[in-house]
Structures are given as structure tokens and as C-alpha cells.
């Protein structure tokens, strides 16, 4: 979205880049993004980032903002704005609990709030990432008591690496694609490391696009993901979402991505003034439109 003349996970001259999913990629004269985001993006993409750190102040446009981790992925940052009108936050992707590889979440107060809703309903209710973690590891001991090789699927960047972290602390090694061992080494650039890596690796990591190797029903293959068996997401599941907003604090919520229209709803029903938006909202005008009657 674009607020004024500066856009939000969305082109525009000068832009802010919440982290280093494809699906997340802009382009502008000057992008503004954490060093670890801008170091993954480079792995794919190409453009003149400009490095900022957590709980820095600095100008995007004619905004004063300031940078919190989200917890999605390693760099991974919400971000706060100060309008004429009053304050701003908008977390892109972002996670309430911490992961083993990615920055602790932080959510400060905002008069206003745009929350990405991918699970935005209470369908949505994940284990905690540590009790994921419990399932991962005694999914891969019964395989390996099987006499099985536990292959998971996951996704490349971020969720592959944290699952190599995962099976590193529990002694496991891992065959992993290209793509996700070049992610490994940028990790491993700010401090995240992996001594697990082989290509005789006990478990098999694989892309979540990648075909099954057995029978898709095979109990020794495993997506790791929201929408897969093992619920180990880098997305908050609907509760993490309503605490944060509950953390924020906000006068009016702007739900997008997901389950937008039904999160505003629920929102609205407890006490939240909320709107589901899209991805490609413009707000102009001297952003009076966040002060709008709905």
C-alpha cells in the first residue's frame, strides 16, 4: 500500500521493505529495509537498499518512522509512522512468539494499526513454536525407529532455516536444497549458525512446491507450515494477532492480507474500530482518511 508518496511492501519511489520474501519485493529509487533483509533479497533481486536499524528514527519521505522486528524471519520489521494525524504501525507478516532464528517481536503503541490477517480466524490456533518443535523432533525419532528417512517440506527462505536450526540444537544433520544452504550463509552472517549441513544429512529438507518423494500420504513425509501438518508458522495464528493488537493499543485497525474482511469483523465485535483494506490501498490527502467514520 502506499501511504502519501511512500509506499509500504509496495513499489513506489521510495519505499520500505518489510522483509525478504518474494511476495514482499518492491522496487524503488531507494529502498528502505533492515541489513539482513536487504542481504536475502540481494540472494534474488537487485535494487539500492538502504540499511536501517531496529529502533533507529529516520525519515521515509516526509515521515519520521522507526523500525521494530516483526519475528517472521531473520530482519524481518514492522514499521511506525508518524502522520499529521497521529501515529502509525504496520507489521507486514509478523509473529507474537519467538522463533529460533528470527528477532524477538516487538509492537509499540499506535493510534492507528495495518495487521496482515493470514489467519485471521480462530480456526487459526497454532501450537507454540516450542511445542512445535516437540512434534517436529518426535516425528523424526519415529521415523529414524522405523527405520525411515523423515523428509519435510518447507519454505526456502525462513521456514527451512529455522527447521535446520530446530534439528541442529537436537543433534540431527540435514540435506538441504541449494537455495536454502545459500540462505544458511547469509544467516549465519548475523549470528544465526548451522553445523548440521551434509549432503549424507539424516533428515531431508525440501521445498514445499517440490513434489512428494513417496505416496503423498506417506506418515514420513511432513509439511512444515500453517497450512500443512506440523503447525510450525512464522505467522501469528488469530490469538497472536489480538494480542498485538491489543498491545498497540489502536483508535482504528486496517486488516489486509488472509482473512482481512473476517478479522475486521471480530475486531469490531470486541471493541476495535476496523476495516479490512487491500494490499494496493492508496491513502493520499495528507492521510486524513485514517481518521474517517467507517
Not at 215 to 236: C, D, I, M, Q, R
Amino acid at each position: 500500500m502506499i501511504i502519501g508518496n511512500v509506499g509500504l511492501d509496495s513499489s513506489a519511489k521510495i519505499a520500505f521493505q518489510s522483509h525478504a520474501h518474494t511476495d514482499h519485493f518492491v522496487s524503488g529509487e531507494v529502498i528502505f529495509a533492515t541489513k539482513a533483509t536487504k542481504f536475502l533479497s540481494h540472494l534474488r533481486k537487485g535494487g539500492f537498499y538502504r540499511e536501517i536499524e531496529f529502533g533507529k528514527t529516520f525519515y521515509l519521505g516526509d515521515f519520521k518512522a522507526r523500525l521494530y522486528p516483526a519475528g517472521h524471519m531473520l530482519g524481518s520489521a514492522g514499521i511506525k509512522l508518524w502522520l499529521e494525524n497521529g501515529t502509525l504501525f504496520y507489521t507486514g507478516d509478523t509473529k507474537w512468539f519467538k522463533l529460533r532464528t528470527a528477532e524477538k517481536s516487538r509492537f509499540p503503541r499506535a493510534d492507528f494499526l495495518i495487521i496482515e490477517a493470514t489467519f485471521g480466524v480462530p480456526h487459526f490456533t497454532f501450537p507454540t513454536p516450542r511445542e512445535a518443535e516437540k512434534k517436529l523432533i518426535a516425528f523424526v525419532e519415529e521415523a529414524f525407529e522405523r527405520g525411515k528417512r523423515p523428509v519435510l517440506y518447507v519454505n526456502q527462505m525462513g521456514k527451512a532455516q529455522e527447521v535446520m536450526k530446530i534439528l541442529d540444537l537436537h543433534g540431527y544433520t540435514v540435506k538441504a536444497s541449494r537455495e536454502m544452504v545459500k540462505v544458511a550463509r547469509v544467516y549465519s552472517k548475523f549470528g544465526v549458525s548451522f553445523g548440521n549441513i551434509s549432503e549424507d544429512g539424516e533428515v531431508v529438507l525440501r521445498s514445499y512446491r517440490s513434489p512428494r518423494v513417496e505416496n503423498s500420504l506417506s506418515p514420513w513425509e511432513l509439511t512444515v507450515s500453517g497450512f500443512g501438518e506440523l503447525k510450525l508458522s512464522n505467522h501469528a495464528d488469530f490469538w497472536e494477532l489480538v494480542r498485538i493488537v491489543e498491545r498497540v493499543k489502536p483508535e482504528r485497525v486496517f486488516t489486509v492480507y488472509g482473512f482481512a474482511e473476517e478479522f475486521a469483523r471480530i475486531l469490531n465485535g470486541i471493541g476495535y474500530e476496523s476495516v479490512a483494506i487491500e494490499s494496493t490501498t492508496t491513502f493520499s490527502g495528507g492521510c486524513s482518511f485514517f481518521n474517517q467514520t467507517f
